[in-house]
């Protein structure tokens, strides 16, 4: 199999394991534990370190990495949306309403009002489906990926 299409499935399998982790554990609806999601950033640059050392090997140079390295992310984000949309839709169908209500109690934590509450919440309702939530993550992974390759590819690429 292609290194690419191979590293973007392993990134796109390994960020849904850490997503559906998160949901199984109900880590999600923890104010203090929420920001775990974020890890999905450390299993993306760790697979593209792995993928891009694979390609240099392979005598990539410098563009020719930033290029293997933002299309295993696209690889990856395939995956990613379809795993997503199935968490959001069908494994936790009350993932945006429990987000919601967390949002809401955090944000009346700190004093907040009700009148300056609402209008955030309802902002965000409107990004809240399940396909809008599993695009921006899509495309979040594709830049996360072409950043992070600028950076990697800097460094391992071919002699």
Known sequence: M????KA???LGLLCEV??????????????????????VIAIEVGVLIWALRQT?????????????????????AVVIF????????????????ELAAIQEQ????QGLSEEQIRPVLDAQAAMSTPV?????????????????SLVIGAFVKAK
């Open 8 to 10: 973007g499935l392993v």
């Open 106 to 109: 955090m944000m009346a934590d």
């Open 132 to 148: 809008i939530n599993a695009l921006i993550g899509s495309v979040m992974t594709v830049i996360t990926g072409c950043l992070a």
């Open 56 to 76: 240099a090997a392979q005598g990539r140079k410098y563009g020719g990495q930033v290029a293997a390295g933002t299309s295993v992310s696209a690889v990856g």
């Open 18 to 39: 850490w997503t559906y982790l998160m949901g199984f554990t109900g880590w999600y609806k923890d104010p203090a534990l929420m920001n775990l999601f974020y890890v």
């Open 82 to 97: 379809v795993g997503s949309v199935l968490f959001t839709a069908v494994v936790f169908p009350d993932y945006f309403q």
């Open 2 to 5: 292609n290194t690419v299409v």
